[in-house]
């Protein structure tokens, strides 16, 4: 037999994945506006002490301040993306004014701080905090608070943990749209996570469908929810798209079957993430962006992660293994392209600077992997043996 016969069922849907390929205010829902400016609802005041320092604070530059002080310095800041800086000042006033109705902002934009500083597992612990001190007061803003965190968790990879909050959240019958729509598009992910992804494409579309009958019939648009969904809907056609198994290579009939499965979801997924990246909402640009690169190196991983024919003895696997490497290399070239392409348009994709160090780390990646490719190739002038005359005993 040949390598060819198997590779064969490989090279055109090598050929179809690249030609396919392209280059808050104070209520928010996941990724949604920036920090809240004061608290949202009367609380009993209780009068804390104003800090006076012997000489000038070397955090807030100031000789003395209350919790007001700390609070508008930590919202100036986020503003200024001196997010480092932000969580300083957030962190400090709950500290020495537990008391002050500051505080309960104040852990909010912590945690969005955090957040867009890419510091996901301590964003989810002050919106937390906030949800624990929101929910008898604010059941609304801690119900929308729940669906950030779900969102966070998602990100993370932490789909089952994300059931809890979502649950919460959905109960709460002061969750209304478009808070909502947020909540029902992430637990489509938990639905496909169950293997159940005819149900979450259905249950995703429909959510599209009637954010698209609230447009027309009221005259709004909701650009944040409308990007969220394409993102997801992209992100259920790669979830499924990696369910598709190339175990059973000895089985060519079942292993083009699953490939060809496996290539339709992946370029489904792609065009989705390209439909989000168009709405422009910095929340989602920065996910789809990541994500489109990723579907081509989705792809080569799961094809260099089959097992090797049966049949192929030490020498002939070796053989098709690194045919396997250079002809997959094609996938990281253009997931390379992909992420080139999205950090030149950076400003204008509205991405934020979390997301381009992922994307940014995510090229150097793919720049290493094609580096050890060529290195890898044959020497200059030697002619390498096309895989159609590799014979295997």
């Not at 209520?27 to 009367?42: D, Q, W």
Request: net charge negative; charged share 25%; with cysteine.
């Amino acid at each position: 037999m040949r390598i060819a016969t198997r590779w064969g069922l490989f090279a055109p849907l090598v050929a179809a994945m690249l030609v396919t390929g392209c280059a808050h205010g104070p209520k928010a829902g996941p990724g949604l506006g920036g920090p809240v400016k004061k608290p949202t609802a009367a609380t009993s005041l209780t009068l804390d002490p104003t800090r006076i320092r012997a000489g000038e604070d070397p955090l807030t530059g100031l000789d003395g301040y209350d919790a007001d002080d700390l609070f508008a310095l930590g919202y100036d800041a986020f503003q200024r993306e001196d997010l480092a800086l932000s969580v300083l000042l957030y962190e400090r006033l709950i500290e020495e004014f537990p008391g002050d109705p500051n505080v309960l902002p104040a852990r909010y934009n912590l945690g969005l701080a955090l957040e867009k500083d890419g510091s996901l597992e301590e964003a989810m612990a002050a919106f937390q905090g906030y949800v624990d001190a929101a929910a008898q007061l604010l059941p609304q803003e801690a119900a929308e608070t729940l669906v950030r965190i779900a969102m966070l968790l998602q990100r993370l990879g932490r789909i089952e943990e994300s059931r809890a909050p979502l649950d919460r959240a959905l109960a709460e019958t002061l969750l209304v749209l478009p808070e909502r729509w947020e909540a029902q598009i992430l637990y489509t992910v938990v639905t496909a996570a169950e293997g159940r992804f005819d149900r979450a494409e259905w249950n995703i579309k429909a959510i599209g469908r009637a954010l698209r009958k609230r447009s027309i019939r009221d005259g709004d648009r909701f650009p944040f929810q409308s990007a969220m969904m394409w993102y997801h809907v992209g992100v259920v056609f790669r979830m499924r798209a990696a369910s598709h198994s190339l175990d059973r290579v000895d089985d060519l009939a079942l292993l083009e079957k699953n490939l060809e499965m496996k290539a339709r979801d992946l370029l489904e997924a792609r065009q989705h993430f390209k439909r989000c990246l168009k709405h422009m909402v910095a929340a989602w640009s920065g996910p789809a962006a990541l994500a489109l690169g990723g579907v081509y190196e989705d792809f080569r991983r799961d094809l260099l992660a089959a097992p090797k024919p049966s049949q192929l003895d030490a020498e002939h696997g070796g053989v098709y293994q690194e045919l396997l490497e250079a002809t997959t290399g094609r996938f990281l070239e253009r997931a390379a392209l992909d992420y080139r392409d999205v950090l030149r348009d950076a400003q204008r994709f509205q991405l934020e600077v979390a997301w381009v160090m992922s994307i940014e780390d995510a090229l150097a990646r793919c720049e290493k992997l094609l580096a050890e490719l060529s290195k890898a190739a044959s020497p200059a002038g030697q002619e390498s043996v096309p895989a159609e005359t590799v014979e295997v005993p």
